[in-house]
């Protein structure tokens, strides 16, 4: 069974922090991996995509991928009450399926 | 922004109706999919569509289910009857080639 896991949270930090949000895999077979944003009731909003071991920023995100660790991060610097949300991993499992963690619900307050 | 479309925003039926749900994926993308989230539950994968036929499905993708691209534009999800347990957010997305999936806004689907 091919499993993304992340910790449910809340995870909460002040505004203007650095939000860590971590997530691991079980499938080495998955190349591609994702953060999406979820706000509540809404639906799943592509923050960043990474496919090679290493660092990806973009903006105020960076994504972290670690091949050998299975193991995933996205970090949110300078975070906002506009980013306090639910964050979504998701690793490819198979044919172009996407397999999902239960997401990090993310509390940036003033 | 080309962005992924869905209709109807909330659908409510009864046990044992058939529901179409429909989609407009961005008009570039040649991957299509549908997911599920009950609620407080996670995402799950339904089925794929690509080239006009079905890629990949899930488990949870049973005789019931059906997908269709009736036109160059639309792609529809069909479950034929109803169940209580078919109580979810319905999720289109749409992909070029093997990258990241755009999501559609949903279809809440309530089963009476």
């Known amino acids: 069974q091919k499993e993304v896991e992340q910790n449910s949270g809340p995870l909460s930090v002040p505004e203007g922090a650095i939000a860590s949000l971590n997530c691991t895999y079980s499938?080495?077979?998955?190349?591609?991996f994702f953060w999406y944003r979820q706000y509540s009731g809404k639906s799943p909003e592509l923050i960043m995509s990474?496919?090679?071991?290493g660092d990806k920023e973009d903006g105020r995100f960076t994504a972290q991928l670690n091949k050998a660790s299975q193991y995933v991060s996205l970090l949110i610097r300078d975070s906002q009450p506009s980013d306090s949300a639910t964050y979504l991993c998701?690793?490819?499992?198979?044919?172009?399926?996407?397999?999902f963690g239960a997401g990090t619900r993310l509390a940036v307050h003033p | 922004e080309p962005e992924v479309t869905q209709t109807p925003s909330h659908q409510v039926t009864q046990m044992g109706q058939e529901v179409i749900l429909r989609c407009v994926p961005i008009?570039?993308?040649?991957?299509f999919y549908w997911y599920r989230q009950i609620l407080g539950q996670k995402v799950e994968f339904l089925v794929s569509?690509?080239?006009?036929?079905?890629?990949?499905k899930s488990e949870i993708f049973d005789d019931q289910f059906s997908v269709e691209r009736p036109d160059g534009s639309n792609f529809t999800l069909k479950i034929r009857s109803t169940k209580l347990e078919d109580s979810a957010m319905y999720f289109c997305?749409?992909?070029?080639?093997?990258?990241?999936?755009?999501f559609g806004p949903g279809t809440r689907l309530t089963v009476t």
């Open positions: 997305a749409s992909s070029v080639l093997d990258r990241a999936q755009y």
């Open positions: 569509f690509y080239n006009n036929e079905i890629s990949e």
């Open positions: 499938d080495r077979g998955s190349q591609s």
């Open positions: 990474i496919y090679s071991n």
């Open positions: 008009s570039n993308h040649l991957y």
């Open positions: 998701a690793g490819s499992g198979g044919y172009n399926k996407l397999i």
